[in-house]
């Protein structure tokens, strides 16, 4: 599929991301798109004559064409939605970008992911748990994804390159430069391990409106959000609202009742938006990470059962390893309702047993 033609229908004034896969589902590919005719494209659920309109009678790929110029010369990953390079986290979200813009060495689609966000505002209290909560991950192999901004997220990226912790930074500007400037040096050392990520267009400054929009990737790359410290307003508890919105898993850090940077976590907790977690060993347990390894002494017995050929292809994909449901569909190819009902009637079996965070093991 011509890069051009994927970068182009981003640029399209009035075709938002929604629209965007409802042609790419129609027309299986961004070229195919440009090359449709009028008719053709009101077809599309959602696309009619205003929207073909501006199908039809744009400047886009010309823009594009500009824009594939920088990406060359910075050498630019550029991830559209139907390559199996997007990340398949955040492509399941209903509102996950058609196109990411990424300079980095790290797999977004790593087995183990987590974001953390904050106030701007950190005190000593959020810098300590910065500091324990990369320590205490360190020996589980996770990548630690944050917003670059002042305070928590700067803080925990920092914690990570100290730990040589993969660490990505989602930005809500252009790669063509760094906001704030004074974390230019920090980003840097992010992409020797780790990476930045946006989904604007080189030459988008950092506008207001673009930090909630980048909060949702934050929320949909993770397996998991930690809240560390945030006050009872920004975009910490908007990113922790998306993440739910997710099915993600939100923990939150608990604080002093009278401290305006913990009145956020305290919220979370006290509506049930985030479990508590006093340490991140409670994380650790929470999402199943204690790597310990199912016993395989009764797995062939356990498909010797009267199982369906679904069932054992499950059995199959938790071998030696335990899977958030997320993995489970992508592994298996099924839809979340069957899957499901397909590790219901494993675990009535004893045979699966369900962990906190939604992930899976063999008995």
């Not at 996770?142 to 920092?158: N, P, Q, R």
Request: proline fraction near 4%; aromatic fraction near 6%.
């Amino acid at each position: 599929m011509s890069l051009i033609h994927k970068i182009g229908l981003t640029l399209i004034k009035g075709v938002g991301h929604v629209h965007a896969k409802n042609l790419l589902d129609h027309f299986g590919s961004a070229e195919a798109i440009f090359k449709a005719k009028g008719s053709q494209l009101m077809e599309v659920n959602g696309i009619g004559p205003v929207i073909s309109g501006l199908i039809l009678s744009n400047n886009a790929l010309k823009e594009a064409e500009k824009q594939l110029v920088f990406i060359r010369k910075h050498k630019v990953k550029v991830l559209f939605y139907t390559d199996i390079s997007y990340p398949q986290r955040l492509k399941y979200c209903h509102d996950a970008p058609v196109l990411l813009y990424y300079k980095g060495n790290v797999d977004l689609n790593h087995p183990r992911i987590i974001s953390v966000v904050g106030t701007r505002n950190a005190t000593t209290y959020g810098r300590m748990l910065c500091q324990q909560l990369t320590e205490a991950l360190l020996p589980y192999g996770v990548v630690i994804i944050s917003g670059l901004a002042y305070g928590i997220d700067v803080t925990i990226h920092k914690e990570s390159l100290h730990l040589n912790i993969p660490t990505i930074g989602v930005m809500a500007h252009g790669l063509d430069r760094i906001y704030p400037p004074s974390h230019k040096p920090i980003a840097q050392k992010m992409l020797l391990n780790g990476g930045l990520l946006t989904e604007f267009i080189p030459g988008t400054i950092p506008d207001k409106e673009n930090f909630p929009k980048r909060n949702r990737i934050i929320a949909g790359l993770a397996d998991a959000i930690v809240v560390v410290e945030a006050a009872g307003k920004g975009g910490a508890l908007i990113t922790a609202d998306i993440a739910n919105s997710y099915d993600r898993d939100v923990f939150a850090f608990p604080g002093r009742i009278n401290d305006p940077c913990s009145e956020g976590c305290n919220f979370l907790i006290k509506t049930h938006r985030a479990g508590l977690i006093n340490h991140a060993k409670d994380l650790i347990y929470y999402l199943g990470w204690d790597d310990k390894l199912p016993d395989q002494s009764g797995l062939q017995s356990k498909l010797a059962l009267n199982l369906s050929e679904e069932e054992q292809k499950l059995i199959g994909l938790l071998d030696n390893v335990t899977l958030s449901l997320d993995k489970l569909v992508l592994g298996s190819g099924f839809s979340q309702g069957k899957l499901a009902m397909l590790l219901l009637n494993l675990e009535i079996h004893g045979i699966v047993t369900a962990l906190p965070g939604k992930v899976y093991k063999l008995n």
